[in-house]
């Protein structure tokens, strides 16, 4: 009976550990369990040691090239400290992913995960569940795929796609491609020169500074152009267009679409954005829902002719224009 209780102690301890290994063409290999697991890859002089959950294992660092860690079941949360090139897959689970600061590949599976790129030009992946993305430094590419997601660039000129779900994404420093896609998401260009694509779903695109291009394409959107010399098009739908500082270009596209020249202390109010766009979208005259504009921001509006015109507009105070189809505007 001794000896049979001391068996099963061990095989259970066996269990509730990673595996660690180092192939023969220099692949740290981490394998997890159906637990949370624990894992820190760091580098100490002519060393690199992996600590999982407990149990520490040491390599010659000439020796590994590469480190890849497959987390199976549970939250788990893995660190690389190394500037050693590394993938890091967490599958099921609510896992943290934390890149090093050499190129890494983070890839979250199921569950809502935590991915941070570090240093270097990353890839990282949310998949499956309500992820949040962080590039860190470097020309970093993140998705989010499935679900509600959080994305956020850093520096370097990073490209940001939120796919299915109502998305969350800031580009940070550098010149960035942000795209929404499906959803109502809310886009963030801020530093930088960026690129801002909403989709479908009815979007709130902010470029701030830099002199940027934003697209709402289908859907009712907000636009926001910030500083800078930007492009505003509208597209499909009935959008709010507000050109901010700077010599901007605005398109509405098809559908009645409302414009906003120069820059009032409610730009970056989006609670206030979001009730001027509610009054724009709901199912009532144009008349009656510019009256409404103008009673809710006290402010004057001029309509185009019907035709496909070129709106100029040379002056610092706040104008309104109420456009239909193909008409363009430029404020200068």
Same mark, same amino acid.
């Given at each position: 009976? $001794?000896? +049979? ?16 290994? /180092?192939?023969?063409?220099g692949?740290l290999?981490? =394998? *997890? ?11 100490s ?22 480190v ?8 788990? %949360? $893995?660190?690389n400290r190394?500037? =050693?090139?590394?993938?890091l ?16 590949d983070?890839r ?8 941070l790129g570090?240093?270097?030009?990353d890839?990282l %992946?949310?998949?499956?569940? +309500? ?12 998705? *989010? !795929?499935y679900?509600?997601? %959080?994305l ?10 939120g ?11 550098g ?21 801002i694509?909403? !989709? ?6 902010? *470029? *701030?500074?830099?002199d940027?291009?934003l ?6 959107d ?24 700077g ?10 679409? $409302?414009?906003?020249?120069?820059w009032?202390k ?10 001027? /766009?509610? =009054? !724009? ?11 409404? /504009?103008?009673?809710?921001? +006290? ?14 507009d ?16 430029i404020?200068?």
């Amino acid at each position: 009976m $001794f000896r +049979n209780l001391q068996f099963q102690s061990l095989e259970q301890k066996q269990l509730l550990a990673a595996d660690v290994s /180092l192939s023969d063409d220099g692949q740290l290999q981490i =394998i *997890g369990d159906q637990t949370a697991n624990v894992v820190v890859v760091a580098r100490s002089g002519a060393q690199v040691s992996v600590s999982a959950d407990g149990q520490t294992s040491s390599f010659a660092a000439n020796a590994v090239k590469s480190v890849r860690f497959n987390g199976l079941d549970g939250d788990d %949360h $893995f660190t690389n400290r190394t500037d =050693i090139a590394s993938v890091l897959m967490g599958n099921d689970g609510n896992d943290t992913l934390i890149g090093g600061g050499g190129v890494d590949d983070l890839r979250g599976g199921n569950g809502d995960d935590v991915l941070l790129g570090g240093g270097g030009n990353d890839q990282l %992946h949310g998949d499956y569940g +309500n992820d949040r993305l962080s590039g860190g430094s470097g020309d970093d590419e993140l998705f *989010g !795929w499935y679900g509600d997601d %959080h994305l956020e660039g850093g520096d370097g000129d990073d490209y940001l796609s939120g796919y299915l779900g109502d998305d969350t994404i800031e580009g940070g420093d550098g010149d960035d491609t942000i795209k929404g896609h499906e959803g109502a998401d809310w886009l963030f260009g801020q530093s930088g020169n960026d690129k801002i694509y909403g !989709w479908t779903g009815d979007d709130v695109i902010d *470029g *701030g500074s830099g002199d940027d291009y934003l697209s709402g394409w289908s859907g009712n959107d907000i636009l926001l152009g910030g500083s800078g010399d930007d492009v505003l098009r509208g597209h499909a739908g009935r959008d709010l267009l507000i050109g901010g500082k700077g010599s901007d270009s605005l398109e509405g596209g098809t559908g009645e679409d $409302f414009v906003i020249t120069g820059w009032t202390k409610d730009d970056a109010d989006y609670a206030t954005l979001d009730r001027v /766009l509610g =009054i !724009w979208e709901a199912n009532d005259s144009v008349d009656t829902r510019v009256n409404q /504009l103008l009673d809710f921001i +006290n402010r004057r509006v001029r309509y185009n002719d019907g035709k496909a015109d070129e709106m100029i507009d040379n002056r610092d105070e706040l104008d309104l224009f109420v456009l239909d189809h193909k008409d363009s505007f430029i404020d200068g």
